[in-house]
């Protein structure tokens, strides 16, 4: 009876991280789609992070881990005499951020790349803003991410690492990751939205 009990709670948690990866860790298929359209929901913390990292028209602006697009969507309104680029290694994502911004996309003015944080498929000194928000809990090596990212930012460019309260992963290594990465000037803000580390190249 027990022998039975323990392997139908093996089952669930099976089921349960089956779930979890394909939704919101690794989002792929009709679990992604859901993944991605509950993401969507929360406006609030990448309107948060953009105010915090002071967008302005004419930006270039880089969200790693970009998602369905939200932060893009937000992105491009306010630099919209600039450029905004998003990455992401879920090609489910690449599609749902394709499909919310689509006028933008062909347009020129929001591109989409399938890459990881590790591998940015950008030129040095090509961002002036970036922006990385309920992901580097993902990311498989964070430090190398952060530092890709840094490559392409711009002299006095601006990063922000941001988690919405509601995640299970904890922001208490932001600040170091952003230093150790070679970021200065960190600042951790923490409000209604969850936490947000900025940094300086």
Same mark, same amino acid.
């Given at each position: 009876?027990?022998?039975?009990?323990?392997?139908?709670?093996?089952?669930?948690?099976?089921? #349960?991280?089956?779930?979890?990866?394909?939704?919101?860790?690794?989002?792929?298929?009709?679990?992604?789609?859901?993944?991605?359209?509950?993401?969507?929901?929360?406006?609030?913390?990448?309107?948060?992070?953009?105010?915090?990292?002071?967008?302005?028209?004419?930006?270039?602006?880089?969200?790693?881990?970009?998602?369905?697009? +939200?932060?893009?969507?937000?992105?491009?309104?306010?630099?919209?005499?600039?450029?905004?680029?998003?990455?992401?290694?879920?090609?489910?994502?690449?599609?749902?951020?394709?499909?919310? #911004?689509?006028?933008?996309?062909?347009?020129?003015?929001?591109?989409?790349?399938?890459?990881?944080?590790? #591998?940015?498929?950008?030129?040095?000194?090509?961002?002036?803003?970036?922006?990385?928000? #309920?992901?580097?809990?993902?990311?498989?090596?964070?430090?190398?991410? +952060?530092?890709?990212?840094?490559?392409?930012?711009?002299?006095?460019?601006?990063?922000?690492?941001?988690?919405?309260?509601?995640?299970?992963?904890?922001?208490?290594?932001?600040?170091?990751?952003?230093?150790?990465?070679?970021?200065?000037?960190?600042?951790?803000?923490?409000?209604?939205?969850?936490?947000?580390?900025?940094?300086?190249?």
């Amino acid at each position: 009876m027990l022998e039975k009990r323990v392997k139908q709670i093996v089952k669930k948690i099976a089921i #349960n991280d089956h779930i979890m990866e394909n939704m919101f860790c690794a989002p792929k298929g009709a679990l992604g789609q859901l993944g991605g359209h509950l993401m969507s929901q929360d406006r609030w913390l990448p309107t948060w992070v953009l105010d915090l990292l002071a967008v302005e028209a004419s930006d270039a602006v880089l969200e790693v881990g970009s998602g369905p697009g +939200l932060g893009l969507q937000l992105a491009a309104g306010r630099a919209y005499k600039g450029r905004v680029a998003g990455v992401d290694p879920s090609e489910t994502m690449i599609e749902m951020a394709r499909r919310r #911004n689509r006028v933008q996309v062909d347009a020129g003015r929001v591109e989409l790349h399938y890459a990881s944080a590790n #591998n940015l498929p950008f030129d040095d000194d090509t961002f002036d803003k970036a922006m990385t928000m #309920n992901s580097l809990h993902l990311w498989l090596d964070p430090l190398a991410g +952060l530092r890709e990212i840094r490559r392409t930012l711009r002299t006095g460019g601006r990063i922000a690492v941001a988690i919405t309260r509601f995640s299970y992963a904890s922001p208490d290594k932001f600040e170091q990751l952003l230093t150790d990465a070679g970021f200065a000037d960190v600042i951790v803000h923490t409000g209604e939205p969850g936490t947000c580390a900025l940094g300086r190249a």
